[in-house]
């Protein structure tokens, strides 16, 4: 299996500032990575598909890049809103996997 | 718009069978890669398989000899099946779609314990 590695684990920004997340393969999986985000007792959302396409109806304040094994989530400005637990996904090879998750909480 | 809702028993006691269903509304059973995924702390999120309406389906290998995920295209639905289950299966199991784009719609997920 692929693994997926995110860091920080957890992180505390104010409102306005520039978040990044981090994800990280085990192996090369082109651009077949997705991201979701997951809110207290609620199923994850999906944000990003493809490394960097925007899902329909998510802020344009959030964006991603990256391939291969290397890759990033931004905020580019952070709203008391994102407060949520982010997650990768990778779609490249059976079985999908993801991330442990990075907690983003608001100072 | 895609409606996903689990239901089945919320309690299972170890050894035994957890069995899920997943309703469909909004879309055709016809259409999609139907999927089953579970989240707990000690594994995160995790994906079980999926089926598709053309016969194909794939399964996590760490769980393949215990799971089957079968579609009922008369009522639009699809099922879990996992067998022999432990305390490690203790999780919310959510049910979705799934394609290489990763997961689109999820169900609001559904709580099962695992335990005597």
């Known amino acids: 299996d692929i693994q997926m590695t995110q860091s920080p684990s957890s992180l505390s920004a104010s409102v306005g500032d520039r978040v990044t997340i981090t994800c990280r393969a085990s192996?090369?999986?082109?651009?077949?990575l997705n991201w979701y985000q997951q809110k207290p007792g609620k199923a994850p959302r999906r944000l990003m598909f493809?490394?960097?396409g925007l899902q329909s109806g998510v802020p344009s304040r959030f964006s991603g890049s990256g391939s291969g094994t290397d890759f990033t989530l931004t905020i580019s400005s952070l709203r008391p809103e994102d407060s949520a637990t982010y997650f990768c996904q990778q779609s490249y090879s059976m079985p999908p996997t993801f991330g442990q998750g990075t907690k983003v909480e608001i100072k | 718009q895609v409606q996903l809702q689990e239901s089945g028993p919320g309690l299972v006691k170890p050894s035994e069978t957890l069995s899920l269903t997943c309703s469909v509304s909004g879309a055709s059973i016809s259409s999609y890669y139907w999927s089953w995924i579970r989240q707990s702390p000690a594994k995160g999120l995790e994906w079980i398989g999926y089926?598709?309406?053309?016969?194909?389906?794939n399964y996590n290998p760490s769980l393949k000899s215990r799971v089957t995920i079968s579609l009922d295209t008369s009522n639009n639905l699809f099922s879990l099946k996992l067998t022999s289950v432990t305390a490690a299966d203790t999780a919310i199991y959510y049910c979705?779609?799934?394609?290489?784009?990763?997961?689109?719609?999820w169900g609001q997920g559904a709580l099962v314990t695992v335990s005597s």
């Open positions: 493809a490394a960097s």
């Open positions: 089926i598709h309406s053309r016969g194909s389906n």
């Open positions: 192996q090369s999986i082109a651009n077949y």
């Open positions: 979705a779609t799934y394609d290489n784009s990763g997961v689109n719609y």
